[in-house]
């Protein structure tokens, strides 16, 4: 199993692009999410999904869009970038109900720059 | 969920225990204890969780008070490449719950040789 895989490792992005963090795993759980990571500081929620077509907002929101079409994949969406939103993005997963005591599953990140 | 209070820092020498201390003195009888680390900006890396007995596993021992309100990590024979940032979280055994854990900023432990 590769666990859950994040691409880009790495972008810079100007001011008012867009761009789509992927994030697929393959340990075929229900329940992923979207975390942001400033410098120094703890894990934010962006967003959360807990089975496909099912998505719903997490701590800080704006700015982002997610869809979750596929039990494997969740993609995360910048539509208008701003400085605001450098950060380092995590993907994680879990199985969901049926493995409710289990822990998060983490990628090993994007470091978006937005300049 | 509970919050939880950690140092921000500790130090310890390669070979020896390292103890990361934890409190979590508003924790609910139903919250499990959850530790996490974070090498050099790479994905938190979950390492041990419990209720109230304590847990081992090949990573860590995971000791828990009596009163639950602390609990402490202890990395038996630390390397260097544990040298990374430990975060203590808890959380309701709910697996939708995983959406309302709090992460802070955790202890940045430095293993030297």
């Known amino acids: 199993n590769a666990g859950v895989t994040q691409t880009p490792k790495f972008r810079i992005l100007k001011i008012g692009q867009s761009m789509t963090l992927q994030c697929t795993q393959d340990?075929?759980?229900?329940?992923m999410y979207w975390y942001r990571q400033d410098p120094g500081m703890g894990l934010k929620l962006i967003y959360y999904?807990?089975?496909?077509?099912?998505?719903d907002k997490g701590e800080v929101p704006n700015g982002y869009n997610v869809s979750r079409s596929t039990t494997e994949d969740f993609p995360l969406r910048l539509e208008l970038a701003a400085p605001s939103q450098t950060s380092v993005y995590f993907c994680?997963?879990?199985?969901?109900?049926?493995?409710?005591?289990?822990?998060?599953?983490f990628g090993n990140g994007t470091r978006l720059t937005v300049t | 969920d509970a919050k939880t209070t950690q140092p921000p820092s500790m130090d310890c020498a390669e070979g020896r225990a390292a103890n990361l201390p934890c409190n979590h003195s508003?924790?609910?009888?139903?919250?499990?204890v959850y530790w996490y680390r974070q090498i050099h900006s790479q994905g938190p890396q979950y390492i041990i969780h419990?209720?109230?007995?304590?847990e081992t596993n090949e990573m860590a021992s995971l000791i828990i008070t009596e009163d639950r309100k602390s609990s402490t990590l202890i990395l038996p024979h630390a390397t260097l490449r544990d040298t990374a940032v430990y975060y203590c979280?808890?959380?309701?055994?709910?697996?939708?719950?995983?959406?309302?854990?709090?992460w802070g900023l955790g202890t940045s432990l430095a293993v030297n040789p």
């Open positions: 994680a997963s879990t199985p969901g109900l049926s493995s409710y005591n289990s822990p998060l599953h």
């Open positions: 340990m075929n759980h229900n329940y």
């Open positions: 999904s807990v089975g496909a077509g099912i998505t």
């Open positions: 508003t924790i609910s009888g139903n919250e499990y």
């Open positions: 419990g209720l109230k007995n304590n």
């Open positions: 979280i808890v959380r309701v055994s709910n697996a939708g719950n995983n959406r309302k854990l709090i």
